[in-house]
């Protein structure tokens, strides 16, 4: 029976089964073989055998290859893997999936407080859990809102209009107040504007550029703090990593662009554009790595700090760099 229905959702409790086979420690490995054979006809998925003590501790496990190659007299107690590997029954259904990825193993015992085991998790019912964080996450990335169930149940294809919009429309509308700030910007610089019209033409080209590379940065890290490989006390060597990795990009891009603003406006505006592109973009990508570990220390979803958030930061701060710069280095 599944014992789903007796635990907090989202957690072991609720994606463990019992279907499992248990013996006590002081059995031969004849007499578990027998146990085996009359519990297992209506089990399914059965890979370990799980010997408890006394008080229904688990105290060993045995693979039901290595529980049919052991000497039938000889104790099962002796043979016994006490190096168990056991997920607790309140445990995040996220942490268990990344057991999983850490491990070879193909089903872990569920466990109370009191060591004692309540259910197995197999890994082939975390892989539909795997499949909804991904899908969450990705919402979350596109600005989409954090239930993923209601694309995973229906599908895309047959989701109502009302839900789609419903689930894409309130973070379109914080974000277009957020560019408000852009067109601020740009007002502010309006005279600057109006003396080198040239500098319109590569507006679009920079700020997108800081955007583009603070969403490749954080795609990077997400990714990196979801599977374990990166935690909250590896801000400081990500971010001294960033700055080397988003300054090669830099100086590469604005070589590129310097040629296009040569044609397009002369040395003044190509130094003006090279300069800013440099800064953008390692400005960009540093916005992008922090934001996931800003989320995460405020103990939210890294997956929030989406793409379209980032790159509505990166406008904000790109107009006003480049601007900036324009009106320094053209004293204008």
Known sequence: MNKKQDFKIETAGSLMKDEYVSVTKDVTIEEAVVILRENVKDKHNIYYMYIVDDFKELVGVLTIRELLAADGEAKIADVMVENIVTIPV??????????????????????????????????????????????????????????????SEMGLMNASIGLLYRKRIVWLVVLVFMNIFSGAGIAYFEDIIASNVALVFFLP??????????????????????????????????????????????????AAVSVMGIIRGGLDIAVVVALTMTIIVIIGSLIGMSLPFVFDKLKLDPATASGPLITSIADIVGVLIYFSIASWYLSL
Do not use: C, Y
């Open 90 to 151: 309140d445990e995040d259904q996220e942490e268990v999936a990344s057991v999983f990825r850490d491990t070879d193993l193909v089903s872990m015992p569920v466990t109370n407080e009191d060591k004692q085991i309540l259910g197995v998790i197999h890994v082939e019912d975390i892989l539909d859990v795997m499949q909804l964080e991904a899908t969450e996450d990705f919402h979350k990335m596109a600005s989409m809102g954090t239930t993923p169930a209601d694309f």
């Open 205 to 254: 080209l920079l700020i997108d550029s800081g955007g583009n590379a603070g969403s490749q940065s954080a795609t990077l890290v997400i990714r990196a703090m979801t599977i374990g490989d990166v935690k909250i006390k590896d801000w400081f060597k990500m971010f001294t990593k960033e700055i080397s990795v988003s300054a090669l990009m830099g100086f590469t891009m604005a």
